[in-house]
């Protein structure tokens, strides 16, 4: 009897050690899914309310709504380098810390935003402007001297401003047999790396024609501004041909301004700009612009899916310098319906920006990380057939 009750309780034992066994094995992964998988809180700070940027945050809610991202937007109402700086220490000193802050590079104060987020305790990732030359000697690059800021994403906007006068000169020969004589520029901020790296760009174009003719001046990303400058260029160069824009807001400044001169856009004057913006659109649409240079506003998005992975253990780069980049794309009036579906709210909304992360397609994991690729993906998904 005793052997055999002995036995009996023997076999129970076992049954229950391999239940309790089994029982871990399954849920460990479980466990682990669910940890990475919790939300993570992120807050943006946008530079502005310009309809840019209101896009660009739009994105980014469509993104942070699948990959279970807390996707919080301040926005610098007053716009300039210092009260962006201002707005930073706002959030940081309010009690309720993020896990990340997604901010751009600016003149003379991104070294010491990014330490001001290190010293809280929170993680950075910049995005959607190159770090300024004197800022770069201070903070080194991503992970290079502060462990905390974890990556930085950004368009090449060098080859957009190279590029965009680049199709302006050619669709000029094209369509009137003759190469141009005169190209001007319309650039934006002198503190605005985006900016900077476009009109570089721009004069590397000129470099390349030495008898195209070109003046580049600021109107401060503003239409208004741009109309009053373009009205004086047109007044000095009365056989003006090309009008490159470093936004498109500028553009539609230049479109207004060749008009009032008795000039016809897209004829005997062709402008050009960047951003993708809808009015811009359906001046390609008119005739009256002739290409406009985008996608950039899903900078945004990508970098929360980059954060996403990141803090699930999926790292995007493990090396530094943690730097991603991408190519712009050009709408013009044979893409424009393909370009407009990625415009189109209601397709954010109905895509599953889940299979674009590593934390949630299982099937990415082995596979290096490319900005320009998940980007391409992103277009596709929105807009099947994009060219």
């Known amino acids: 009897m005793l052997r055999k009750d002995a036995t009996q309780r023997l076999f129970v034992l076992s049954k229950a050690s391999i239940a309790v066994l089994l029982l871990s094995i399954l849920s460990y992964p479980l466990s682990l899914n669910a940890e990475q998988a919790a939300p993570v809180d992120v807050v943006f700070l946008s530079p502005d309310d310009s309809r840019f940027w209101q896009m660009t945050g739009g994105f980014m809610q469509a993104v942070a709504e699948d990959l279970d991202v807390n996707l919080t937007i301040y926005t610098d109402i007053s716009e300039n380098r210092f009260s962006y700086r201002d707005l930073l220490k706002k959030v940081l000193q309010s ?18 935003m990014l330490e001001m987020i290190g010293e809280a305790g929170v ?84 470099a390349v024609h030495p008898s195209l003719e070109g003046q580049l001046l600021f109107a401060n990303w503003s239409e208004t501004e741009a109309v009053a400058k373009t009205i004086r260029l047109f007044e000095r160069y009365p056989e003006l041909d090309l009008i490159w824009s470093a936004s498109d807001g500028m553009a539609l400044g230049a479109i207004t301004a060749a008009e009032q001169k008795g000039r016809v856009p897209g004829e005997d004057v062709l402008i050009g700009g960047v951003d993708w913006e809808t009015r811009a659109l359906d001046e390609i649409e008119n005739g009256r612009l002739e290409l406009s240079l985008g996608r950039h506003f899903m900078g945004g998005g990508l970098a929360l899916l980059l954060i996403r992975d990141y803090h699930s253990g999926y790292d995007f780069n493990r090396e530094p310098p943690a730097t991603l980049s991408y190519q712009f794309v050009e709408a013009n009036r044979d893409n424009l319906e393909s370009i407009r579906n990625i415009l189109d709210r209601a397709q954010w909304a109905q895509t599953d920006f889940r299979k674009f992360s590593r934390q949630f397609n299982e099937a990415l994991r082995g596979s290096p990380v490319s900005a320009s690729g998940i980007l391409d993906d992103f277009m596709s998904a929105m807009s099947p057939g994009i060219r």
């Not at 009690?95 to 010491?112: F, Q, S, W």
């Open 123 to 206: 993680k950075a990732f910049t995005f959607n402007t190159d770090v300024p030359d004197d800022e770069l000697r201070l903070t080194g690059m991503p992970r290079e001297k502060m462990a905390h800021w974890i990556g930085h994403l950004s368009p090449d906007n060098h080859s957009a401003g190279l590029n965009l006068a680049d199709r302006l000169y050619e669709r000029f020969k094209d369509e009137h047999g003759t190469s141009p004589s005169k190209m001007v520029g319309l650039s934006g901020s002198r503190d605005s790396s985006a900016s900077i790296d476009r009109n570089r760009g721009f004069n590397a174009m000129l």
């Open 95 to 112: 009690g309720e810390l993020p896990d990340y802050v997604l901010l751009m590079c600016k003149e003379k104060v991104t070294y010491d």
